[in-house]
T-cell receptor, first 115, second 112 residues
Framework: GAVVSQHPSWVICKSGTSVKIECRSL??????MFWYRQFPKQSLMLMAT?????????EQGVEKDKFLINHASLTLSTLTVTSAHPEDSSFYIC???????????FGPGTRLTVL | GESVGLHLPTLSVQEGDNSIINCAYS??????FIWYKQESGKGPQFIID?????DKRQGQRVTVLLNKTVKHLSLQIAATQPGDSAVYFC???????????FGKGTLLTVNP
C-alpha cells in the first residue's frame, strides 16, 4: 500500500516555457501533499505543502507565482514551473500523506532539464 | 541557482557485514521518526519507523534504535547486500501535520 506516482519521470523543455508535473496517490486518499526539490548529493528541500481544497503553503524563499501548486482532489496534486529557466533544472519529488498513512510516501521523482 | 554541493557522510561495508547508520535529530519535541532509503535517480522509500514511546523496533533485516536522551537515531542493517547501496535519510516529525525534517543523509556503499 501507500503508492505514489509522478508524471513525467523526466522532461526537457526550452527556457521560458511552463512545465506541469503530476503527483498521484494510487491507493490512499492524500489529504496532504508535499513538493520537494533535490540537488545532487543533498537532502530534500521542502518547497511547499498543500492540503486538498486549500491554497498551498510555501516555504521561505520559494516563489509561489513561479511554482504553482494545485491540490484539487484527494489523489492528485500538480506542480507547474512557470517560465522555466536553466536554474530551475533539478530533481522534483512529491510525497503524499493522509488517511491510513502515518508518514509521507514519496513519488519516484521528476528530472527537469531546462535548456 | 544551485547551492554548492555538500559531501554526504559515507559508509562503505563488505557484503554480508552489518551496517549501522547514525543520525542526530534536532527537535526534542519530535515524537515520530522514520528512515528512508533513496537509490540514485529515485524517490525516497520508506524503510522503518519508530515512535518516541519506544527505543527499538525491528523489521526484516533492519532495526531502528532511538535514544531520546541524546537525540540519536540509528539504523542497523543485517547482512548487508549490494542492493542496500543507497542514500539513507532519517526524518523526524512532531505532531500530526505530516511535516518532516530530514537529516543530511548517509551514502551506504556495499562492496561485493
Amino acid at each position: 500500500g501507500a503508492v505514489v506516482s509522478q508524471h513525467p519521470s523526466w522532461v526537457i523543455c526550452k527556457s521560458g516555457t511552463s512545465v506541469k508535473i503530476e503527483c498521484r496517490s494510487l491507493d490512499f486518499q492524500a489529504t496532504t501533499m508535499f513538493w520537494y526539490r533535490q540537488f545532487p548529493k543533498q537532502s530534500l528541500m521542502l518547497m511547499a505543502t498543500s492540503n486538498e481544497g486549500s491554497k498551498a503553503t510555501y516555504e521561505q524563499g520559494v516563489e509561489k507565482d513561479k511554482f504553482l501548486i494545485n491540490h484539487a482532489s484527494l489523489t492528485l496534486s500538480t506542480l507547474t514551473v512557470t517560465s522555466a529557466h536553466p536554474e530551475d533544472s533539478s530533481f522534483y519529488i512529491c510525497s503524499a500523506a493522509g488517511g491510513s498513512t502515518d508518514t509521507q510516501y514519496f513519488g519516484p521523482g521528476t528530472r527537469l532539464t531546462v535548456l | 541557482g544551485e547551492s554548492v554541493g555538500l559531501h554526504l557522510p559515507t559508509l562503505s561495508v563488505q557484503e554480508g557485514d552489518n551496517s549501522i547508520i547514525n543520525c542526530a535529530y534536532s527537535n526534542s519535541a519530535s515524537d515520530y521518526f522514520i528512515w528512508y532509503k533513496q537509490e540514485s535517480g529515485k524517490g525516497p522509500q520508506f524503510i522503518i519507523d519508530i515512535r518516541s514511546n519506544m527505543d527499538k523496533r525491528q523489521g526484516q533485516r533492519v532495526t531502528v534504535l532511538l535514544n531520546k536522551t541524546v537525540k540519536h537515531l540509528s539504523l542497523q542493517i543485517a547482512a548487508t547486500q549490494p542492493g542496500d547501496s543507497a542514500v539513507y535519510f532519517c526524518a523526524e516529525m512532531r505532531g500530526s501535520n505530516y511535516k518532516l525534517t530530514f537529516g543530511k543523509g548517509t551514502l551506504l556503499t556495499v562492496n561485493p
